[in-house]
């Protein structure tokens, strides 16, 4: 029997454990499906004394944000995690809480947005604070969940960047999802991960200081703001640094975007979260049958890693941005990214192609990435591609037919 | 790859069940993968989990569509089109269930091409446990032997830790249990199936509907009716009429609904719908509303 010292973990415990072997001081929390699991796993180890610090339940992601950037002003490790309708909800605060610079934890289980209501996964939750100046990692296993929240605090704590950074699992398909998860020694995470000594100024008793005044005429608002740009630009330096160090003590590397099968690859996949793995069982099969397949799965969204990405993808022929997100009125959310970020190059891709799909949890079929190939390969393709099938309509209108019968709406 | 699908209903430990499943393989020295699939529903409503296990990483994520094994531990969902337990299988799959008929009027019943195995579970799970209710144990014991590349050395381990962590007592009887399961089947031998190569989706350009169509507005609403849950149902509640007064709280109470007003203010209980949460029985100030296993659901 071999099995290292990995165990058997869903996404939401490898989170909790990732946060367990961090050593956290502060958890506010709130629970919310599909990222209950992680909240009940951590109340449970600070009551048992597993954990030594403070589990506080709030009384709603507003104040839970709130509380954690508070906490992390006083110099502890704060972790936390929300999901879909309590990011939206404290969306407000993780504005507030980046602009204090301050550095934690946060982890967001993927669950599309209503309406209509779901709890099955999609990313317009997490891309609505692409834009709110956190760090963002995306995972693919189970593993990558437990890492990043490691490296996640690393970078959250580095003096250049003082921010939180927002690790991302897609509900169901991780959260619940158990798959062997290897759990480093405590010795060895400790010289990865030192406890927290903030080396800046934070909250102290007897010694005021204040944060977050409010500033008017535009100067010194720009000022701050661009200052928290740098920063999280910087986090792009520190998260190779930090994941050099990780890739020498644990032996498992982190590129910000991975590359799988992408060396002689005429047709691209770029996708990110647990989505990839289908993704890249589709590329294997595809070169199966001949056609030279890749994939480019994005780690690291926040800094995006321009110059990384456009290095990767250009020499290669056709590439397709596969979006689970859906920005009505426009298209896929981070395909404007990786076309900018291409633009500068001359042997930038012939083509670019967008696919929108996986929105509410919708399986994404290696029979649709055939299809992406096909669309990829079309020279006078429509972008985007939706993905939305025969079988998709049929299940629809099974259900539209009980929702709908009545034609006629009463004028009464 | 092995890829296992397993049925049944919320509170048999069909999740507990893929999960020892995955910890043995794991213990095995394979890779392996678990997932349960449910939604906002509860105790009794049809449950599916997943384990695949295989020497390779496993690149696949999410619900099993052509299962190589299908164990059912509940077989009053086989004529449940909802949850449709068979679905996916074919002349390469294996399906597994726990039963009380022979397999040979199993057959006749069900007309599969697939290859068919059964055991009485929940009869060994009485002798072993005391009670025929949790399945958890069984079910992983029966699709460990039928996968054939678990030990049962690692079986046994697997089952002990995924009960401890679950705080579940009588390990030592579970253990048993599995012995004796473990003893009783043998490993399948599934025909290979074939790969098939990728075709692209039949895509379709969407177009714009009326917002009647376009946007999630229920015209037909009431709908729920449509939903039989009456098969949830582990107990069944029964009115006394001798006794009762027509005080009609159970009526108040219902959280479902299922109790109706007949002739004189007389209450009645739609079964197609009741889902047995006894809130009724508990209710009625003179408990007047006994309750009553459901037949096929096992003391
Ligand atoms: S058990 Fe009683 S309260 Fe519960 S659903 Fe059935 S009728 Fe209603
Ligand atoms: S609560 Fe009891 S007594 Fe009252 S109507 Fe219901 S069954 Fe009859």
């Given at each position: 029997m071999k099995t290292d010292n990995k165990i058997m973990l869903t996404g939401n415990k490898a989170a909790a454990w990732g946060a367990r072997m961090a050593q956290v001081e502060y958890v506010p929390a709130f629970p919310i499906t599909p990222q209950t699991e992680i909240v009940e796993t951590l109340a449970q180890w600070f009551a048992d004394g597993t954990l030594q610090g403070k589990f506080t339940n709030m009384d709603s992601e507003h104040s839970m944000f709130m509380a954690a950037g508070a906490a992390a002003a006083t110099g502890v490790r704060v972790f936390t995690a929300s999901s879909s309708q309590g990011i939206l909800h404290g969306m407000e605060s993780l504005y507030t809480i980046t602009g204090w610079r301050v550095p934690l934890v946060l982890v967001n289980v993927s669950r599309a947005l209503a309406?209509?209501?779901?709890l099955e996964p999609d990313h317009n939750d997490v891309m609505s604070t692409r834009d709110c100046g956190l760090i963002q990692l995306h995972a693919e296993t189970c593993q990558e969940i437990f890492d990043f929240i490691l490296i996640g605090h690393k970078i959250a704590e580095n003096p250049q960047v003082c921010l939180p950074v927002l690790v991302n699992m897609d509900g169901f398909y991780l959260s619940f999802t158990r798959e062997p998860v290897l759990i480093p020694d405590k010795k060895t995470i400790l010289k990865f991960l030192p406890l927290f000594e903030p080396v800046y100024p934070v909250f102290q008793a007897s010694q005021p200081m204040a944060r977050a005044s409010a500033v008017f005429g535009g100067s010194t608002y720009s000022y701050f703001k661009m200052q928290h740009n740098l920063a999280a630009h910087h986090a792009e330096k520190v998260f190779n640094d930090a994941t050099a160090e990780f890739s020498e003590l644990f032996g498992r590397t982190y590129e910000p975007a991975e590359k799988f099968h992408?060396?002689?690859?005429?047709f691209v996949f770029v996708m990110s979260n647990s989505f990839a793995t289908k993704g890249k069982a589709a590329v294997l099969k595809l070169r199966q049958q001949g056609i030279k397949a890749g994939l480019l799965k994005i780690r690291?969204?926040?800094?995006?890693p321009v110059a990384f990405i456009a290095q990767a993808l250009c020499g290669h022929e056709r590439v397709a941005v596969i979006d689970q997100n859906l920005a009505p009125?426009?298209?896929?959310?981070t395909y404007p990214e990786i076309v900018s970020s291409l633009y500068?190059?001359?042997?930038?891709?012939k083509k670019i192609v967008s696919v929108i799909g996986g929105?509410?949890?919708k399986d994404i079929t290696e029979s649709d990435f055939m299809s992406i190939i096909d669309h990829m390969k079309n020279s006078d393709s429509k972008t985007p591609?939706?993905?939305?099938d025969q079988e998709d309509q049929r299940a629809f209108q099974r259900i539209q037919k009980i929702a709908n019968v009545k034609k006629e709406v009463s004028s009464s | 790859m092995y890829r296992i699908r397993l049925h049944g209903r919320g509170g048999q430990g069909i999740k507990t069940a893929s999960q020892i499943l995955g910890t043995a393989a794991f213990y095995s020295g394979y890779q392996a993968q678990d997932f349960p699939l449910y939604g906002a529903e509860r105790r009794g409503a049809p449950i599916v989990a997943f384990t695949r296990i295989s020497e390779?990483?496993?690149?696949e994520r999410g619900p099993?569509?052509?299962?190589?094994i299908i164990l059912v531990g509940?077989?009053?969902?086989?004529?449940?089109p909802q949850a449709?337990?068979?679905?996916?299988?074919?002349?390469s799959t294996a399906v597994f269930i726990n039963s009380t008929l022979e397999t040979s009027v199993l057959q006749q019943q069900l007309h599969l091409s697939s290859s068919l195995l059964k055991l009485n579970l929940t009869e060994l799970c009485i002798q072993h446990?005391?009670?025929?209710?949790?399945?958890s144990t069984a079910l992983a014991a029966a699709g460990a032997r039928l996968v054939g590349m678990i030990t049962l050395e690692a079986l046994l381990k697997a089952v002990d830790a995924e009960l401890s962590q679950q705080g579940i007592g009588s390990i030592q009887e579970n253990l048993n249990l599995t012995k004796e399961i473990f003893q009783n089947l043998f490993p399948v031998v599934l025909k290979p199936r074939k790969e098939k190569t990728i075709s692209p989706s039949e895509i379709i350009l969407m177009e714009q509907a009326n917002i009647e169509e376009a946007?999630?507005?229920?015209?037909?609403?009431?709908?729920?009716?449509?939903?039989?849950?009456?098969?949830?149902?582990v107990q069944r509640p029964e009115i006394d009429y001798e006794h009762?007064?027509?005080?009609?709280i159970c009526y108040a109470r219902c959280p479902d609904g299922a109790i109706s007003l007949g002739p004189d203010d007389k209450p009645e209980i739609d079964y197609d719908h009741c889902?047995?949460?006894?809130i009724c029985a508990q209710e009625c100030p003179g408990h007047f509303i006994n309750t009553v296993r459901e037949a096929g659901v096992e003391s």
């Open positions: 309406t209509p209501i779901t992408m060396d002689d690859a005429d690291l969204f926040r800094p995006f009125g426009m298209g896929g959310i500068p190059y001359e042997n930038r891709p929105l509410g949890g591609l939706y993905l939305f | 390779k990483p496993v690149l099993i569509s052509s299962p190589d509940d077989e009053t969902l086989l004529d449940d449709a337990p068979l679905c996916g299988a074919d002349e446990l005391n009670k025929g209710t949790v399945l946007a999630p507005i229920i015209l037909s609403p009431g709908n729920m009716i449509l939903r039989k849950t009456g098969n949830w149902r009762c007064n027509h005080c009609l889902k047995g949460c006894l």
